[in-house]
């Protein structure tokens, strides 16, 4: 088989298989990038056991056949090639060649890779029995808006995972470590009530390959500990991925959303933002901790550690009753981080959870913050 691509096409899709492939792994396969010959498709392929990627191209090609290739020192070389075609010929050997460059690579036998299941982006499967269409670019800015909010520590098990939820109302993205929560709401009727939970590096993972995608429409399927997705791209070809699932769900997270507000605070994004990373500088080490105090349409943001103490007053807009509340400088700063514009912080009291959200109701996000309290 003899096939050339432009190599700027084939780095950019072998830039979305490189995060996935790993350099070292305790099964030696998975460190192996698979290529695939099916009639007019080439078929680039890979897995670190928690979460697999395909991708297929449109090329005039001949016959059929699977092969390993060893995956890093292709990628390099693909990244480095100095023409502006690639031309792969596949046999005994990978031939690479671009411009005046030539070289072959070994393959690896196929036998012992695993089986990789991807959905159809035409129909359920057994092995997807529930599926259904999401816009790329919604699905991307729910899991984008609640990832930071997923705990890094082993111990907190199942809050180490994004929490998708899909129902009559539309479809919930939600994360939490324990003292923060974020959620995110597409307005999107879904034809099956189902949760499941994606580990948070799986999570980097899908949201990198949707921002690949762009606009357009992704088919998303659930099967058993599984979660898929399938693109089709016009005049590229298919992007298939599928992701293992964590077991269980969360607990009743919604008794913690507070539903009353003793005071409300609309202010800028982004000023706010820069004031509170100023302030922080100066915070202590330990626990980050920023006062803010709230009081005739102003708030005075206040940080005081080993290295001096700093402050600084911004314009809000206030309704209700003067308070201050102290908080991890950067949960605050993350609850934050995925708005503009105008948002609102809403108090409901010294110490209990404060709530995050965007002035009007063309955004589904929030962000529940649990103010310190020593």
Known sequence: MNVSFPKNLLAEQLGLLERVIPSRSSNPLFTYLGLAVLPDTLVLFGSNGEADLEVRLLADVQGQGRYLVPAQPFFQLVRSLPGDLVELGLGQDLELASGRFRTRLSLAPTEGYPELLFPSPEAPSDAYPLQTTLSAEDLFRALAHVRYAASNEEYRAIFRGVQLEFGEKGVRAVASDGYRLALYDLKSPQPFQKKVVVPARSVDELTRVLKS????????????????????????????????????????????????????????????????????????????????????????????????????????????????????????????????????????????????????????YQAVVVPLRV
């Open 213 to 364: 995608v762009g606009e357009g429409p992704v088919v998303v399927a659930l099967g058993q500990g599984t979660l898929g997705l399938a693109v089709s791209r016009e005049g590229v070809g298919q992007l298939r991925m599928a992701v293992k699932l964590m077991e269980g769900e969360f607990p009743d997270y919604e008794r913690v959303i507070p539903k009353d507000f003793p005071l409300k605070a609309t202010l800028e994004v982004e000023a706010f933002r820069e004031s509170l990373r100023r302030v922080s500088v100066l915070a202590d080490r330990q626990n980050h901790r920023v006062d803010l105090f709230f009081q005739d349409d102003r708030v005075l943001l206040t940080a005081e550690g080993d290295y001096g103490k700093g402050q600084e007053e911004l314009p809000v807009r206030l309704e209700g009753t003067p308070l201050a509340v102290a908080y991890n400088a950067r949960y605050l700063l993350e609850a934050f981080g995925p708005l503009s514009g105008q948002a609102s912080l809403l108090l409901s009291g010294p110490t209990s959870p404060s709530l995050v959200r965007p002035v009007g109701e063309g955004e589904g």
